[in-house]
């Protein structure tokens, strides 16, 4: 993390060189210059400090290859069928539905599950999947109170509960963008003008509303800068008055896992208005806290199977699929706003390494929890070893209220932000996948640039310009930090650039229709030590992290009968069109690796195969890339008395079990894993 990097405008050249022919001007930069506006899209306005990179409109972007698959199988899977299962969608007795927001259904439940629904219709440009989206949206419009509120009537202690209406502005916001409904800005003035009224002894008291106050900001944020209405501003200061204090030095107001991801960048958000440093400061130590006491494992998050709790600090602690979608979005926001790198390497570690194995290959079920090392995924209690009491292990299509809904924005939302625009009137290719990107650039002219690659399975990245005329414009193009010797090519010419200097490639130049540039990012075998968690150590190949390959064993469960007791489906639904599943070990699970950590490709060999032809490659079976490693037995290291695989022994560990050949697949893929590795002597 560098937030003195992130937070400097100076362009820092670095191997300036241009490919002649190409009239290429390609220079380093630790991030864009945020001093002028991008002309063409909605900036923060004044007195908010401007983006670094700003989000392009609902819409823009167009997902290809594996990305695009993925939201397929979610429309095809649960995400786009939830409505024929979830008693929280029923158009009978909703709140949603009521003017007065009484219902016996009605609470965050729509809302989780519409702004990832809604943005899949629009990126997948689906007519029925809009219609429905529409249904929902025009019965919020239409059912504002008079004074302002809408939504559910829930109250606690006699105040009113407004968490609910927060994740409702954000599908607002995306409809707004995708169909500039002008019915829209004034809905949320009135709504926001509402909120202000309310006192402040009565203002966010309730336990969720309270921590997560930072999300309704960003709405308000989104609407100041639309309109300019400064009473916005005393909103958004009202609001983080009386939001929990996400500021405190060595804590933090709760454990909860999806809170903390979800709010751990308050501060950094109302940064935006203070312009005081420590408020930034203060999302950047959030996020270390809670990672050097929990988060010493590989896959981007924590251990906090519902909340982080002393002691319990082991890769076999998982996290909702709820904090994962809630991680990768707080991810996607701070990089726009602070224009650090060290987000995107976050939300990359994150979607390619944890947030995939929490579903079903086809997404037609999720578990709850996700944990580095599982070895076991079933409807079984395992309190205390996880903290819920209940089946939160299992693959279940319908066995919670929350992630079954929330996970729906997951893979759409960083789809949305693979592209942002810049304040130089560019582009930035922030979080690599195929697709294209539709945006003005330059002069206001109208450009689209298609993205191909089998990243982050493959190091080559390919763009093509599609412009109907030669226009000026600066392409970023991001660096991984764990890339050694990334190089760039214009139309096959070599442009000579120090890419260790900087955090992006800036290309500069007059594009013309059908220009090429080709980004090659050397991936590198790399060993991470966990000395805090008994000097254990993980195994990744580029982005990719990778798990021991362990054989899957499917029965099916009874997907009613382990439901949480809050989730009710609805009356009618089938069941037997939506198993649910537990996944056991059949093979030996319990290794340490014999490994050479200073020079992992010495005892590591790394195995390419062909690309999956169902364009899934987030299983064990059509993993693209294996590793080939060498690991002993542990015989004394078991599934535990809770039933999950136990704390990991002292590394090095000494056995007289024989050297094996161990393959390694890629963590996302494995719904059984072990990531974090004994070392054996």
């Given amino acids: 993390m560098r937030r003195e990097v992130c937070l400097s405008v100076a362009m820092i050249c670095a191997g300036f060189a241009t490919a002649s022919a190409q009239g290429v001007k390609a220079t380093t930069v630790t991030t864009v210059d945020n001093k002028s506006a991008n002309a063409f899209y909605v900036n923060n306005r004044a007195p908010l400090q401007r983006q670094y990179f700003a989000k392009l409109p609902t819409g823009s972007i167009e997902a290809g290859g594996w990305l695009k698959k993925m939201l397929e199988l979610q429309r095809d899977g649960l995400t786009g069928n939830l409505g024929e299962i979830s008693v929280w969608l029923s158009k009978t007795n909703n709140a949603w539905l009521n003017k007065e927001g009484k219902g016996e259904y009605g609470w965050e439940e729509l809302p989780y599950w519409l702004k990832g629904y809604a943005d899949i219709a629009y990126t997948l440009k689906d007519r029925k999947m809009i219609a429905e989206t529409k249904f929902w949206i025009d019965a919020v419009l239409n059912n504002q109170r008079d004074n302002g509120d809408f939504g559910p009537a829930v109250e606690h202690n006699g105040n009113r509960d407004l968490w609910t209406n927060m994740p409702m502005l954000w599908c607002l916001q995306s409809y707004y963008e995708y169909t500039k409904d002008p019915r829209v800005i004034p809905f949320m003035t009135k709504y926001f003008k509402y909120e202000l009224s309310v006192p402040d002894s009565k203002f966010l008291k309730d336990y969720w509303e309270n921590s997560r106050g930072g999300d309704n900001m960003l709405s308000v944020y989104w609407l100041y800068n639309r309109t300019g209405d400064k009473f916005l501003l005393d909103l958004a200061t009202k609001l983080d008055k009386n939001t929990a204090d996400w500021r405190q030095a060595n804590n933090l107001p709760n454990w909860h896992n999806v809170n903390v991801a979800q709010c751990f960048r308050e501060p950094a958000t109302y940064y935006l208005q203070s312009h005081d440093k420590k408020d930034l400061d203060a999302t950047y130590n959030n996020f270390k806290l809670i990672r050097d006491i929990y988060g010493q494992v590989p896959g981007g998050m924590f251990g906090a199977d519902e909340n982080a709790r002393k002691g319990y600090d082991d890769p076999r602690q998982a996290v909702e ?292 032809k169902d364009n899934n490659p987030f299983t064990n079976a059509n993993a693209p890339i294996e590793l080939k490693a060498k690991g002993k037995q542990l015989p004394g290291w078991k599934i535990d008395e809770t039933g999950l695989c136990g704390v990991l022994p002292q590394s090095p560990v000494k056995t007289e079990e024989p050297a094996k050949e161990l393959t390694l697949v890629p963590m996302g893929g494995a719904r059984l894993r072990i990531s974090a590795f004994p070392v054996t002597e």
């Avoid at 190091?459 to 000026?472: C, E, L, M, S």
Wanted: hydrophobic share 35%; aromatic share 12%; proline share 7%.
């Fill in 321 to 612: 699929t709820c904090g994962l979608v809630e991680q990768m979005t707080s991810d996607q926001m701070l990089l726009g706003n602070t224009g650090d790198r060290f987000w995107a390497e976050n939300c990359e570690d994150v979607a390619f390494n944890t947030f995939p194995a929490a579903f079903m290959p086809d997404y037609r079920a999720l578990r709850y929890l996700t944990a580095p090392n599982m070895v076991v995924s079933d409807g079984k209690n395992h309190h205390p070893g996880i903290a819920n009491e209940g089946p939160f292990l299992m693959m279940n299509p319908f066995g919670s209220r929350c992630c079954q809904h929330n996970h729906a924005a997951g893979w759409v939302y960083y789809a949305e932000n693979s592209w942002m625009a810049t304040p130089d009137n560019g582009i930035a290719a922030l979080l690599y996948t195929e697709g294209k990107v539709n945006a003005k650039v330059g002069n206001g002219t109208a450009v689209s640039i298609a993205e191909t690659s089998h990243y982050p399975f493959q190091d080559q990245i390919n763009f093509t310009v599609t412009t109907p005329k030669a226009v000026d414009f600066p392409l970023y193009l991001r660096i991984p930090e764990w890339c050694k010797g990334a190089s760039v090519k214009v139309n096959g010419v070599a442009v000579e650039v120090n890419t260790s200097t900087g955090d992006y490639i800036r290309l500069a130049k007059s594009w013309k229709n059908g220009d090429k540039v080709t980004l090659q990012l050397p991936m590198q075998l790399k060993v991470q030590e966990w000395a805090k968690n008994k000097n254990s150590v993980s195994v990744s190949y580029g982005p990719l992290t990778y798990s021991l390959k362990i054989e899957e064993q499917y029965t099916k469960g009874d997907n009613l009968k382990d439901a949480q007791g809050d989730s009710h489906w609805q009356p009618g639904a089938d069941p037997q069109k939506w198993p649910s599943y537990n996944i056991y070990a059949a093979s030996p699970w319990n290794y340490g690796l014999l490994i050479n950590e200073q020079h992992p490709e010495k005892s590591i060999e790394v195995i390419k195969r062909a690309w999956p």
